[in-house]
């Protein structure tokens, strides 16, 4: 069980929009911390695509955005590519017994 | 370049120790700020953290895994070493180690290094 709750899955076809979801609490998101999206290509090692709740990393297209509000974030990708195809996690930092560093529990992006 | 690398056994038998190394080069560990971690992914499963160690020698571990972790670094050699006592099957995972700056993003992931346990 994740700390951070994810979607286990979204789909969309070519060119539409998805939103995939990240809910945290007051020891976590709640509590002041960024949160950050990981894309993870089959098969390979997660990879940044979103920093500090909405900063893309050099190289990242424009068709990803991210946002931050009270406990929650999202995840946003528009025009969507056939190579979006992937699993994507969000990141945080939290206070509680749970840990330092948290993770969801990942969302398998399928374009249909 | 940032790159990270990991390296160790890819097969442990059930309660022996795991040593793995990262092998860095891009940054140094002893530049204020800069963290190294250790994250876990079983196959099909979400990412787990496990352990950091950051500039200053400080190290935090998962609470669930603190009993059964040791995280170090060796800042001449650029790398840091994680070990896990008391392995189990479950424990079964690709380990990635990757690095950023303190309480932010990770930046660099290794390629990570496929860990099985079993007998």
């Known amino acids: 069980q994740s700390v951070l709750t994810q979607p286990p899955s979204v789909s969309g076809a070519p060119g539409q929009r998805v939103t995939i979801s990240c809910t945290g609490s007051s020891s976590n998101i709640g509590a002041g911390y960024d949160v950050h999206w990981y894309q993870q290509l089959p098969g390979t090692a997660p990879k940044l695509l979103i920093y500090a709740n909405s900063n893309r990393p050099s190289g990242v297209p424009d068709r990803f955005s991210g946002s931050k509000s009270g406990t929650s974030a999202s995840l946003a990708i528009t025009g969507l590519q056939a190579e979006d195809e992937a699993d994507y996690f969000c990141?945080?930092?939290?206070?509680?017994?749970?840990?330092?560093?948290?993770f969801g529990g990942g969302t398998k992006l399928t374009v249909l | 370049q940032v790159t990270l690398r990991e390296s160790g056994p890819a097969l442990v038998k059930p309660t022996q120790t795991l040593t793995l190394t990262c092998t860095f080069s891009?940054?140094?560990?002893?530049?204020?700020?800069?963290?190294v971690s250790w994250i876990r992914q079983p196959p099909g499963k979400a990412l787990e953290w496990l352990a950091l160690?950051?500039?200053?020698?400080?190290?935090y571990y998962s609470k669930s895994l603190k009993t059964r972790l040791t995280i170090s670094k060796d800042t001449s050699k650029n790398q840091v070493v994680l070990t896990m006592t008391n392995m189990d099957p479950v424990d079964t995972a690709t380990y990635y180690c990757?690095?950023?700056?303190?309480?932010?993003?990770?930046?660099?992931w290794g390629q990570g290094t496929l860990v099985t346990v079993s007998s």
């Open positions: 891009g940054f140094s560990l002893s530049t204020s700020g800069m963290c």
């Open positions: 990141q945080s930092y939290d206070t509680s017994l749970s840990g330092y560093v948290v």
């Open positions: 160690i950051d500039w200053d020698d400080d190290k």
């Open positions: 990757a690095t950023g700056n303190w309480g932010s993003q990770f930046d660099y």
